[in-house]
């Protein structure tokens, strides 16, 4: 059983807080991944390919629903010279004129279980020939029929438990990716946040070695401070403006890079709150790897790559042993010079043939490629046992990062307040001639470097949050699926 700390601003409900005396806009983490979420580039992409994921499924469920179709050529007509044999064994060539139309309206059902096709329809062909001034009308008012192949490779039945898996594994590749959204706009929101916290520390430091500065002018007009010193002093300023202006030009680079990737299109500087109010959780590791089951794309995955590797063996045997097809057809036909006389007194009409075909010498080809796919079949099984293994090792890996994190916050947290506070010491102490600038810029680097390392392990723990939040779609602080 694992504990963590949650920051309660990301609990916080989305709204954007503007300073009402500047153009300065407040954001606080959470606020900052849901405008992420709703316009980012990185999220319409997302979108767009569970969209595309959608119609694609459409398409394979309409392989197994009845298809209607209408099809013909009206006119065809031709006016050309044919050759005719003589009865005296001769060719002649006899100019001819007609038209030759036809009309087919035809329903056609796949058959998923057997991978077969039944078909029902009604056709009419109409002959023009317009030397003769004849018309001639012939159909089949009505005809069923069958296409089954025997003993083939059935990609119906195989699509039908394929597919399904694939659909479902893109809703859940949406979900996941915008989690990945949500943990990027928190990196994005960090690394403004250290920018923003390295310009106000430049700033105050700048502050700071002024007045330290000035102090040490006055010391030194009453010979209590030399000149080496108070070079070090004056230095100490100048490094201290440089400190300032590549601030500014970080925290504006880190800004510009924060809107563009959560496309939050306005000019007005950001002013990103720092998320400290801590609330505590708790995650058993069970839990973790059994919701991570149920919910990432992952594990459909590996059901789907491994009924996809059936799916080659079967297709390797289907297609290189016995082929046989049986065709059948039972319906109405019939001959008039008018088209209505094409429905009345309609004949029976059948048809049927059984077609085979037999590899007799394929100098092993058919086996090669039976024993290839049943190669294959092995190595994804392998790759799948190892990427299970990974599967579970990374929800591990992530859980103990987070537990150390936990404590490494605890720790930063105290070391910086306890550096703020040995800092403003030091700087009464060197106002009192108690203490060398030395140890001071020793108190002010520790000062700075406490406040960093405490932003930084906040980063730190977001981001194996957001990543467990990725791993498992769940959402440990509510207890609820993502």
Do not use: C
């Not at 309660?8 to 300065?24: C, E, R």
């Not at 062909?125 to 018309?135: A, H, I, P, V």
């Not at 919910?295 to 459909?300: E, G, L, M, S, V």
């Not at 049927?352 to 190595?379: M, Y």
């Amino acid at each position: 059983m694992f504990k963590f700390i949650l920051l309660a601003g990301i609990l916080m409900p989305v709204l954007v807080k503007s300073q009402s005396l500047s153009d300065t806009v407040q954001l606080n983490l959470q606020e900052v991944i849901e405008i992420a979420k709703e316009h980012s580039t990185a999220a319409v992409q997302a979108a767009t390919i569970r969209e595309n994921q959608y119609w694609q499924y459409k398409t394979f469920k309409s392989n197994y629903s009845p298809q209607l179709t209408l099809d013909g050529t009206l006119p065809q007509f031709s006016k050309t010279n044919i050759p005719v044999i003589q009865p005296d064994g001769t060719v002649e060539f006899k100019p001819v004129i007609n038209d030759n139309s036809a009309i087919n309206l035809g329903v056609k059902q796949n058959i998923g279980l057997t991978g077969g096709q039944l078909f029902l329809g009604s056709n009419v062909l109409r002959f023009s020939d317009f030397d003769r001034k004849q018309t001639r009308y012939n159909g089949n008012p009505l005809i069923i029929g069958l296409n089954q192949p025997l003993f083939a490779f059935n990609s119906l039945a195989w699509d039908k438990k394929i597919e399904p898996l694939r659909y479902e594994e893109s809703v859940k590749k949406y979900k996941e990716d915008m989690e990945v959204v949500g943990r990027d706009a928190s990196e994005l929101f960090f690394s403004l946040l250290i920018a923003q916290i390295n310009k106000d520390i430049a700033a105050k430091n700048l502050a700071n070695n002024e007045i330290i500065y000035k102090i040490g002018e006055r010391k030194a007009v009453l010979g209590k401070l030399s000149k080496d010193e108070l070079l070090r002093l004056k230095l100490g300023v100048l490094n201290a403006r440089k400190a300032v202006v590549q601030a500014n030009v970080d925290a504006e680079t880190s800004d510009l890079q924060l809107k563009s990737f959560i496309g939050f299109s306005t000019a007005n500087q950001v002013q990103l709150i720092l998320p400290e109010n801590l609330l505590s959780f708790e995650v058993d590791k069970t839990v973790a790897v059994q919701q991570a089951k149920n919910n990432r794309q992952k594990a459909i995955e590996f059901k789907r790559a491994l009924l996809e590797a059936d799916k080659d063996v079967a297709k390797a045997k289907g297609e290189n042993g016995l082929k046989v097809n049986l065709f059948g057809t039972f319906g109405l036909t019939n001959v008039a010079n008018q088209l209505p006389g094409i429905y009345r007194n309609a004949k029976d009409q059948q048809e049927i043939s059984l077609g085979f075909q037999i590899p007799i010498l394929d100098w092993g080809r058919s086996a090669s490629r039976i024993k290839t796919a049943q190669a294959n079949q092995k190595l994804v099984a392998a790759t799948v046992k190892q990427a299970q293994i990974n599967f579970e090792q990374e929800i591990y890996t992530t859980l103990r990062q987070l537990a150390m994190i936990k404590e490494q916050m605890k720790t930063n947290a105290e070391a910086d307040i306890t550096a703020n506070e040995r800092f403003e010491i030091a700087k009464k102490r060197y106002f009192l001639n108690d203490l060398s600038i030395t140890d001071l810029n020793i108190a002010l680097q520790e000062k700075d470097q406490a406040r960093r390392d405490y932003i930084l392990s906040l980063k730190s723990f977001w981001n194996a949050y957001f990543n467990l939040r990725i791993l498992t779609l769940y959402d440990f602080s509510t207890n609820k699926n993502i």
